[in-house]
């Protein structure tokens, strides 16, 4: 069974039912499935005869009746928030700009880091795979606004900034 034909055939089977403003599955009979947040951080679960399955590519193909060959980001980057509302299609580098901080990251915000040569905070952005440098602060939220301002203007609605409102 194809990967994407494993959540449309799961979809049609009926053995999961989806709430989308809540986000949350319920098996034929009303009760809750238990998820499993997986390696990656997305929620899992079992159904019979489908095995594991990510919960967001269930919930877009229970709700919209197919699973795009896209991939579906969550749009406040939070990967158990299954909410359809919460979801949309995106290519994989849309999906990639919409990525916080990362764990080893240093400074507290995306795209700043300390230049110790300088002693000052550089603001850098990654776009089509290449770095772009933004400039050097004397602070390191003032580097992390020009971060979010070229965020915004090359990533668009992706853009993952620093300042959230």
């Known amino acids: 069974m194809q990967y994407s034909n494993k959540y449309a055939e799961m979809a049609k089977s009926g053995l999961v039912i989806y709430e989308p403003t809540t986000g949350k599955f ?3 009979d009303a009760k809750e499935r238990r998820t499993k947040v997986d390696h990656k951080g997305y929620l ?3 159904v019979n005869g489908y095995g594991m399955v990510i919960a967001h590519r269930a919930a877009w193909a229970i709700h919209y009746g197919e699973i795009p060959k896209q991939h579906i980001d ?3 980057g939070d990967k158990t928030n299954n909410r359809i509302d919460n979801l949309r299609l995106c290519t994989h580098n849309q999906n990639q700009h919409n990525q916080g901080i990362r764990k080893n990251n240093k400074s507290g915000f995306k795209g700043v880091s300390w230049m110790k040569s300088l002693r000052k905070w550089q603001a850098q ?3 089509n795979s290449k770095v772009k440098h933004l400039g050097f ?7 992390a606004r020009a971060y979010d301002k070229a965020a915004i ?3 668009g ?3 993952w900034t620093n300042f959230r409102e």
């Open 26 to 28: 319920f098996t034929k």
């Open 137 to 143: 602060y004397d602070e390191k939220e003032d580097a």
């Open 74 to 76: 969550h749009i406040d």
């Open 157 to 159: 609605e992706f853009a």
């Open 44 to 46: 899992r679960f079992g």
């Open 153 to 155: 203007e090359i990533h």
């Open 125 to 127: 952005i990654c776009c």
